[in-house]
Nanobody
Framework: VQLQASGGGLVQAGGSLRLSCAAS????????MGWFRQAPGKEREFVAR????????RHADSVKGRFTISRDNAENTVYLQMNTLKPEDTAVYYC????????????WGQGTQVTVSS
């Protein structure tokens, strides 16, 4: 499994970004895809996840109503649409994958930096 994250950048507070995670190496119908983030000096935290097969989603309370995870089956890509960005959203964002029946994410992309200025 290979995961390639992209789409990060510098944006002002209140702005929007869309992150992409291109997945390859196998079919992902039995996988859960997730987004995590890690801010300087903080532990990595869960942001959102989507079950590839049925598109069910879950978002962290801190981003609920502002961020939306989705996937494009034809492109084998998972997206994270981020709206109404806040300075506290500044972090390196990682996409990850795990099998449906596993609890641990075993596959990780390289990360993409998101910086929100106030």
């Amino acid at each position: 499994v290979q995961l390639q994250a992209s789409g990060g950048g510098l944006v002002q507070a209140g702005g929007s970004l869309r992150l992409s995670c291109a997945a390859s190496g196998r079919a992902f119908s039995n996988y859960v895809m997730g987004w995590f983030r890690q801010a300087p000096g903080k532990e990595r935290e869960f942001v959102a996840r989507i079950t590839w097969a049925d598109r069910s989603t879950r978002h962290a309370d801190s981003v609920k109503g502002r961020f939306t995870i989705s996937r494009d089956n034809a492109e084998n890509t998972v997206y994270l649409q981020m709206n109404t960005l806040k300075p506290e959203d500044t972090a390196v964002y990682y996409c990850a994958a795990r099998l449906n029946y596993e609890n641990k994410y075993n596959y990780w992309g390289q990360g993409t930096q998101v910086t929100v200025s106030s």
